[in-house]
């Protein structure tokens, strides 16, 4: 029994992502159905669906659901993507910030799917998706974005995923949510190494937002952001 629960744990660790069809299949068809009897029954979670951004991200699946009649969505991965997840929500929400989102609901385990839940953003939409913005709502943007980077920093944690697909910003222009800290550094943050994929992770993370050299720096991705705001806007 031991070593069957390691095996299932193994293929839970490293088949998160897309491209490993056969192994991400199989870890569907082992663990969906322990996750949807532990939303449904125990967690009380109604009208559960698959949920997407506008992108299908390749580490995490999303899903939509009900609770107590308010709607929320639920982050599935790996448990030390959920971990950074929940960990920087807490540190950020503790120092006062409003800028990211709350943690309703979470589990971290190495043998069942971990996950976290949160409000869902009704209203709001990713930056790269707004199609108007006046220049005051523009204005207030980019000062909720300029506080994110100085909070952020105040917790000592790094993003590294800045951009505008994970800036959600409500259509009124006038409240701001940064989401995704599943890959950030920190203090208090988890960092797993790939052998196979820590390319593909640094190639993909933060996309046309990395530095020249490749590396990542939140001031850098969000500078550019800036940049092509006051081009659009």
Same mark, same amino acid.
Request: hydrophobic share 45%; glycine share 6%; proline share 2%.
């Given at each position: @029994? %031991?070593?069957?629960?390691?095996?299932?744990?193994?293929?839970?660790?490293?088949?998160?992502?897309?491209?490993? !069809?056969?192994?991400?299949?199989? !870890?569907?068809?082992?663990?969906?159905?322990e996750l949807y009897y532990r939303?449904?029954?125990?967690?009380?979670?109604?009208?559960? %669906?698959?949920?997407?951004?506008?992108?299908?991200?390749?580490?995490? /699946?999303?899903?939509?659901? &009900?609770?107590?009649?308010?709607?929320?969505?639920? %982050?599935?991965?790996?448990?030390?993507?959920?971990?950074?997840?929940?960990?920087?929500?807490?540190?950020? !929400?503790? &120092?006062?910030?409003?800028?990211?989102?709350?943690?309703?609901?979470? !589990?971290?385990? /190495?043998?069942? &799917?971990?996950?976290?839940?949160?409000?869902?953003?009704?209203?709001?939409?990713?930056?790269?998706?707004?199609?108007? @913005?006046?220049?005051?709502?523009?204005?207030?943007?980019?000062?909720?974005? +300029?506080?994110?980077?100085?909070?952020?920093?105040?917790?000592?944690?790094?993003?590294?995923?800045?951009?505008?697909?994970?800036?959600?910003?409500?259509?009124?222009?006038?409240?701001? %949510?940064?989401?995704?800290?599943?890959? &950030?550094?920190?203090?208090?943050?988890?960092?797993?190494?790939?052998?196979?994929?820590?390319?593909?992770?640094?190639?993909?993370?933060?996309?046309?937002?990395? @530095?020249?050299?490749?590396?990542?720096?939140?001031?850098?991705?969000?500078?550019?952001?800036? +940049?092509?705001?006051?081009? /659009?806007?």
């Open positions: @029994m %031991k070593f069957i629960r390691r095996v299932i744990w193994y293929l839970q660790r490293n088949s998160f992502y897309t491209f490993d !069809r056969a192994l991400t299949i199989l !870890r569907m068809l082992i663990g969906a159905p939303l449904y029954v125990i967690e009380k979670y109604r009208d559960i %669906k698959l949920f997407n951004f506008s992108s299908w991200h390749h580490s995490c /699946r999303y899903l939509v659901a &009900s609770r107590d009649g308010v709607r929320v969505f639920i %982050k599935l991965g790996h448990n030390f993507l959920i971990h950074n997840e929940v960990e920087a929500s807490r540190l950020l !929400r503790k &120092s006062g910030s409003d800028l990211v989102l709350e943690v309703i609901d979470h !589990r971290i385990s /190495r043998l069942f &799917s971990s996950y976290v839940t949160f409000p869902f953003l009704e209203g709001y939409a990713p930056l790269d998706e707004i199609g108007s @913005m006046s220049a005051d709502q523009r204005s207030i943007v980019e000062h909720q974005l +300029k506080l994110f980077l100085a909070q952020i920093k105040s917790v000592g944690i790094v993003h590294r995923d800045i951009k505008p697909a994970n800036i959600f910003v409500e259509k009124s222009g006038v409240s701001v %949510k940064v989401i995704d800290f599943a890959m &950030s550094l920190g203090e208090n943050l988890e960092t797993v190494q790939y052998a196979l994929f820590n390319d593909f992770i640094q190639w993909d993370m933060g996309g046309d937002y990395k @530095m020249p050299n490749g590396e990542w720096c939140d001031d850098y991705a969000m500078e550019l952001i800036f +940049k092509q705001l006051s081009a /659009r806007f």
